[in-house]
């Protein structure tokens, strides 16, 4: 176990390492860095600050090592455009991301799961038949377009819920979210149910097939047969063991969340870290983009390293695996 | 394999057996006869679209936002509308196709390329090499499609080369591992230990008598990723990301029909996403078609 979690942590270091190798790459050698990390606005003398202070004058493998030891730091660089350091910019608005992200995979799993259950105990009847089908289609279409069309029916034709920004924020426990004000919900529940179509279709999927293999299994059969009530064997016994795959693809799910919440929340204008890339992409704001980029690479490589290590806590399987 | 005369027969057979298993499903059909349709638009845009719309001559900025089916002063008529510099919808929505599919299809063949090489090679030589590509291709897989190709071209900027470039090292890792899968299987079996008798070449084994058997897997494979592929180049396109405004792609003119929404002209970006969607549905329902009929486990 322990050599298990040593090993992937080592992984998992190598990850990062090459990952900043990528980005650095990006940024330093395939434009000119002079041009991309300091203000086009800068005097010379700043420029020259600059040069120096990032290493820019120095051969390229040790300007990687300062650009390793700045990040190390938490020295990011500074955006051109807000003039605050990078990191805090992306610190400031995780938060909105992370309750995109939280309510939306609320939303998948409680439409997810029963409606996946029930195609799996019926998987002949129509309802059934309408839910699978409703899956592809929700697989085949590409969020931004999903978040288009909420925008137009709900927000223009409809005219019920506002189709852009964060709403108020309410506080509760020192939280600050949009999910504590009636205003906020508002706000939050179309670019969440757009974020959370893409990962229902899957979750049904999953639930299904979790739900025909376990339905034949003896335990189920002896539950039937020694008379407990249909509703105890579906919420117990089949609950429960469906419920292992499905909470630990959650850790990934939430990843890919994350990632997915670039397109949302350019579509809906939600003021978090995902429109803050697309932004900076934009105004060529750099700095920011090396920030963002080495953030969600350590945040995806811990994620990982946290499903692998629970993985191994719910399955013994792997951990025979892992320790050979 | 075989020898030249009996391959036409040997053809003959194949198809009409694939043709019998496709058919029985009437909704993979309909979709295959969509997808022909949508591949010929694609290929003949230039003939078949009312006007050019990127031929600045013909359009008129008086044209701009006109709704479906509308007349302009010319008495010519915009069956979906004009977009905010006039353009023909149905126009741009035929060439944006020819755009879309031909980047989704070649990024699909350089990634079928790439990642079928170092699948069967890994799972030909094993040991350390094989080790080595599956950890690189599990550690790519953790990462969700859309934020490798976001770093990718954050990194190095947008074009229609780096869109491609970013398409292919987002998805070779796909190939690789249903390759892999498909070689090992193949690996063991008799055929492959006589080529080995006969001395003949790795390369030779590997591509002429262990690939073929393997392209069943990876056909299917490649028939969703391509899938994958468009809806990931439309979706970069509709960030800005992808590709730049002289290859106006589905994603693009979506993302430039976004900007008229609020004020109700719902077609600029409604009907390009229709054609998104016809696309991206018809090529995953041949492609379920084709894995139902490839896998063992359902086989009758």
């Known amino acids: 176990m322990t050599a298990f979690i040593l090993r992937r942590s080592t992984q998992s270091i190598i990850v990062l390492f090459i990952m900043s190798l990528l980005v650095f790459s990006g940024v330093n050698l395939v434009g000119d860095p002079v041009e991309m990390l300091i203000n086009p606005e800068a005097d010379q003398a700043e420029v020259e600050r600059v040069i ?17 030891m700045n990040a190390f730091k938490g020295d990011l660089g500074t955006s051109f455009i807000f003039g605050e350091p990078a990191l805090k910019l992306i610190v400031q608005r995780m938060p909105a991301t992370i309750e995109l992200a939280l309510f939306s995979l609320f939303i998948s799993l409680i439409f997810a799961i029963p409606l996946g259950i029930y195609a799996g105990l019926k998987p002949e009847s129509k309802i059934s038949k309408t839910i699978m089908a409703g899956s592809i ?188 | 394999m075989l020898n030249t005369d009996s391959n036409s027969k040997n053809m003959n057979v194949f198809m009409y057996k694939f043709w019998s298993d496709f058919s029985e499903s009437k909704v993979a059909v309909i979709s295959l006869l969509i997808l022909i349709a949508i591949v010929l638009i694609a290929i003949f845009a230039p003939l078949i679209s009312p006007s050019d719309p990127y031929d600045l001559s013909k359009v008129s900025i008086m044209d701009s936002r006109l709704p479906p089916m509308a007349k302009n002063f010319a008495g010519d008529i915009f069956i979906l509308g004009t977009d905010g510099a006039g353009r023909d919808m149905l126009s741009a929505i035929f060439y944006g196709l020819r755009v879309s599919l031909g980047v989704g299809v070649m990024s699909a063949i350089f990634a079928l390329i790439i990642g079928t090489i170092f699948g069967i090679s ?83 084994i590997m591509f002429n008598h262990i690939l073929p058997n393997c392209m069943p897997s990876l056909i299917v494979v490649g028939t969703l990723q391509t899938a994958h592929a468009i809806s990931l180049e439309a979706t970069l396109s509709f960030l800005g ?13 979506i993302g430039n029909g976004f900007e008229y929404m609020h004020t109700g002209d719902f077609w600029i970006s409604i009907f390009p996403g229709v054609a998104l969607l016809i696309t991206i549905v018809s090529i995953n329902l041949v492609g379920d078609q084709l894995r139902d009929m490839y896998n063992p486990r359902l086989k009758k």
């Open chain 2, 241 to 253: 990301l992808g590709l730049p405004i002289t290859e106006p792609s589905l994603g693009l003119l």
């Open chain 1, 52 to 68: 120096k202070e990032l290493g820019l004058d120095k051969p390229v493998t040790e300007q990687y090592w300062y650009f390793l």
């Open chain 2, 122 to 204: 890994a799972a030909f030589f094993g040991g350390k090499y094989e080790t080595f590509i599956m950890r690189i291709v599990d550690i790519q897989l953790s990462f969700p499609s859309i934020l490798m190709a976001l770093i990718i071209l954050a990194a190095f900027g947008k074009g229609i080369e780096k869109t491609i470039i970013a398409l292919v090292l987002v998805q070779w890792a796909y190939y690789a591992r249903t390759a892999r899968a498909a070689a090992l299987v193949e690996r063991s079996k008799e055929y492959v230990e006589a080529a080995q008798c006969l001395a003949l070449g790795n390369k030779k």
């Open chain 1, 137 to 324: 289609l929700g697989f085949s279409m590409p969020t931004f377009w999903v978040g288009i069309l909420f925008i137009m029916f709900f927000a223009v034709y409809l005219g019920w819920l506002p189709s852009t920004g964060r709403g108020e924020i309410g506080s509760f426990l020192g939280v600050r979210s949009s999910l504590f004000t009636l205003d906020g919900l508002s706000h939050i529940f179309l670019p969440a149910l757009n974020l959370a179509l893409f990962k229902l279709s899957s979750v049904i999927r999953l639930t299904r097939a979790g739900t025909r293999e376990i339905i034949h299994q003896d335990y189920i059969k002896f539950a039937r047969a020694k008379g407990v009530a249909e509703s105890r064997v579906i919420n117990v016994h089949l609950l429960k063991n469906i419920l292992i795959p499905i909470v630990t693809i959650i850790g990934l799910e939430f990843g890919s969340l994350i990632a997915f919440s670039t397109v949302t929340e350019t579509v809906f204008a939600w003021p978090g870290m995902g429109k803050l890339i697309i932004d900076s992409i934009y105004n060529l704001d750099r700095p920011v983009i090396v920030a963002y980029l080495m953030i969600i690479v350590i945040f995806f490589v811990f994620l990982n390293l946290l499903v692998d290590i629970l993985y191994t806590l719910l399955d013994p399987r792997v951990r025979v695996q892992g320790s050979n």
